[in-house]
């Protein structure tokens, strides 16, 4: 996989927070929440730059998303960097009423430019979701994506959240994982709820579903624990200073503080990865080998 050119944020280094500077394009597809294309900059960089930006529902959306971005960065996971969004409501076009206020926090994605060929190929396409499935399970980013939505118990991988830019395959959208947080979120010294944390299944993992059905027995997604246990002193080190991170703003000072939690529930889940992969490949059923959990 070709390394991204442009500048990489150094391991622990503070969220940026742009500005949307004029009125962001909505995006097509089956989003769960509201989806842009932007532009967007900062006083220190007033050059606008290209963004996808989304609206999530609450403070811990927000940080769930982020913290998976930055974790999935640390361990050289083809998810794009992330940010935080501050947008005038008159800037976002079809956002809902029923969202209030006059200025708008959202969470940022660094654009990437899909493929035209490969846009073109799974416009209106019948069989786009094969296509899809098929390229991506073929790819590099197809075992490593894998055994990253087991790691952060991604149950949302549907095949409209990946992106093909004509070199390398990029993963999107987070927010429905690590959906057992929210009590350890609160009280993250709690030993029970750590244990809890660490134990979770989400209950399916359909880009792992999709490696096994088309590379079984060569799926190679075990083999990714050991790999992303590599870049673990990366991830703490992540997790450390992310607790250090200030901002004037209540709101954004409190996404901060809960993504630094999150960041530690990640590494507290990297240990287990590998007996997670073992686990939801070795279910004797297949009916029910995508569908397990912990209730």
Same mark, same amino acid.
């Given at each position: 996989?070709?390394?991204?050119?442009?500048?990489?944020?150094?391991?622990?280094?503070?969220?940026?927070?742009?500005?949307?500077?004029?009125?962001?394009?909505?995006?097509?597809?089956?989003?769960?929440?509201?989806?842009?294309?932007?532009?967007?900059?900062?006083?220190?960089?007033?050059?606008?730059?290209?963004?996808?930006?989304?609206?999530?529902?609450?403070?811990?959306?927000?940080? *769930?998303? &982020?913290?998976? %971005? +930055?974790?999935?960065?640390?361990? !050289?996971?083809?998810?794009? =960097?992330?940010?935080? #969004?501050?947008?005038?409501?008159?800037?976002?076009?079809?956002?809902?009423?029923?969202?209030?206020?006059?200025?708008?926090?959202?969470?940022?994605?660094?654009?990437?430019?899909?493929?035209?060929?490969?846009?073109?190929?799974?416009?209106?396409?019948?069989?786009?979701?094969?296509?899809?499935?098929?390229?991506?399970?073929?790819?590099?980013?197809?075992?490593?994506?894998?055994?990253?939505?087991?790691?952060?118990?991604?149950?949302?991988?549907?095949?409209?959240?990946?992106?093909?830019?004509?070199?390398?395959?990029?993963?999107?959208?987070?927010?429905?994982?690590?959906?057992?947080?929210?009590?350890?979120?609160?009280?993250?010294?709690? *030993?029970? &709820?750590?244990? %809890? +944390?660490?134990?979770?299944?989400? !209950?399916?993992?359909?880009? =792992?579903?999709?490696? #096994?059905?088309?590379?079984?027995?060569?799926?190679?997604?075990?083999?990714?624990?050991?790999?992303?246990?590599?870049?673990?002193?990366?991830?703490?080190?992540?997790?450390?200073?992310?607790?250090?991170?200030?901002?004037?703003?209540?709101?954004?000072?409190?996404?901060?503080?809960?993504?630094?939690?999150?960041?530690?529930?990640?590494?507290?889940?990297?240990?287990?990865?590998?007996?997670?992969?073992?686990?939801?490949?070795?279910?004797?059923?297949?009916?029910?080998?995508?569908?397990?959990?912990?209730?």
């Amino acid at each position: 996989m070709k390394k991204n050119a442009k500048r990489q944020s150094k391991v622990g280094e503070q969220v940026q927070v742009y500005a949307l500077i004029s009125e962001a394009s909505k995006l097509d597809g089956a989003h769960t929440h509201p989806v842009w294309r932007a532009q967007v900059a900062t006083p220190s960089m007033p050059r606008a730059q290209p963004m996808i930006i989304k609206w999530l529902d609450g403070h811990l959306s927000l940080s *769930i998303e &982020l913290a998976c %971005a +930055l974790a999935a960065q640390c361990l !050289k996971l083809p998810v794009p =960097a992330p940010a935080l #969004v501050v947008a005038p409501r008159k800037f976002l076009p079809t956002l809902p009423i029923s969202i209030k206020g006059e200025h708008i926090l959202l969470i940022g994605s660094e654009y990437k430019n899909p493929d035209s060929y490969f846009a073109q190929a799974t416009s209106n396409n019948p069989a786009a979701e094969e296509f899809v499935w098929s390229k991506l399970c073929a790819s590099e980013a197809g075992p490593s994506g894998a055994a990253w939505d087991e790691l952060v118990a991604n149950e949302d991988r549907h095949y409209q959240n990946a992106l093909f830019d004509g070199a390398n395959w990029w993963l999107f959208d987070h927010d429905r994982a690590l959906m057992s947080v929210g009590l350890f979120s609160k009280n993250p010294d709690d *030993i029970d &709820l750590r244990s %809890a +944390l660490v134990n979770f299944n989400a !209950k399916c993992n359909i880009l =792992a579903a999709q490696m #096994v059905d088309r590379h079984r027995g060569n799926h190679g997604i075990s083999d990714q624990a050991n790999e992303f246990s590599r870049h673990k002193a990366e991830l703490s080190i992540l997790s450390a200073e992310s607790r250090k991170w200030l901002h004037g703003d209540m709101k954004i000072q409190e996404i901060f503080a809960t993504t630094a939690i999150l960041l530690t529930a990640i590494e507290l889940r990297l240990p287990a990865l590998a007996q997670h992969i073992q686990a939801r490949i070795e279910q004797p059923s297949a009916e029910n080998l995508w569908t397990s959990n912990t209730d």
